[in-house]
């Protein structure tokens, strides 16, 4: 359980032991979606520019975030229930989501802390994925004009967790985003 989200992020760039001289593109959902902001920047300062980087259901990093880690076990469940994407099963069992509660807690406190000092545009093509019942990415979704060069938006049917419920439609955006970003070899 890691609350720091530079620390995540320099896990997962660790991790990817990405190349130069290999194309790929960054996918990030919810917190993964500031995650894979944050990578790009840092990927981009040592000149490793990536295909695309499509960030999806997060709220630009200047836009200050409803603190809800604090809360209660119950309300914060609730907190995340409500948000969807949640199997009935899991919901319903009280001892698996208590398993998981430190791990939910972890994640929202990194991004509750999270502050940005590094103001560099992502030179990358960024694209941006909401739902459009996501009340709060959608308004505020115009915020990551400021920190790409190149940047489209992008809005399919649901709230937070469309990725679920428009699995075939987000599938075909991606693919044409890749098509439209075609892969250069060295």
């Given at each position: 359980?890691?609350?720091d989200l530079?620390?995540?992020?320099?896990?997962?760039?660790?991790?990817?032991?990405?190349?130069p001289?290999?194309?790929?593109?960054?996918?990030?959902?919810?917190?993964?979606?500031m995650?894979?902001?944050?990578l790009?920047q840092k990927l981009?300062?040592?000149?490793?520019?990536p295909?695309?980087?499509i960030?999806?259901?997060?709220?630009?990093?200047?836009?200050q975030?409803?603190?809800?880690s604090?809360l209660?076990d119950d309300?914060f469940?609730?907190?995340i229930i409500q948000l969807?994407g949640?199997?009935?099963?899991?919901v319903?069992?009280?001892e698996?989501?208590?398993f998981?509660?430190p791990?939910f807690?972890?994640?929202?406190?990194?991004?509750?802390q999270f502050e940005?000092?590094?103001?560099?545009q992502?030179?990358?093509?960024?694209?941006v994925?909401?739902g459009?019942d996501?009340k709060k990415?959608?308004?505020?979704?115009?915020?990551?004009?400021?920190?790409?060069?190149?940047?489209?938006?992008?809005?399919?049917?649901?709230?937070?967790m469309?990725?679920?419920?428009q699995?075939?439609?987000?599938?075909?955006?991606?693919?044409a985003?890749?098509?439209?970003?075609?892969?250069i070899?060295?």
């Open positions: 359980a890691i609350e530079e620390e995540l992020t320099d896990l997962y760039k660790q991790e990817l032991n990405l190349r001289d290999r194309p790929f593109v960054l996918f990030g959902h919810s917190m993964g979606g995650i894979t902001f944050r790009a981009e300062r040592e000149g490793i520019f295909q695309a980087v960030i999806s259901a997060i709220q630009p990093p200047h836009i975030r409803k603190k809800v604090h209660p309300q469940l609730d907190h969807g949640m199997p009935a099963e899991l319903e069992n009280k698996v989501m208590s998981f509660l791990s807690r972890s994640d929202y406190r990194a991004l509750e940005l000092y590094d103001l560099a992502i030179q990358s093509p960024v694209h994925f909401n459009l996501d990415c959608i308004r505020d979704a115009e915020g990551w004009k400021k920190w790409a060069k190149d940047i489209k938006f992008h809005q399919f049917d649901g709230g937070h469309f990725l679920l419920s699995t075939e439609e987000v599938a075909e955006r991606i693919f985003i890749l098509n439209q970003h075609p892969i070899q060295p």
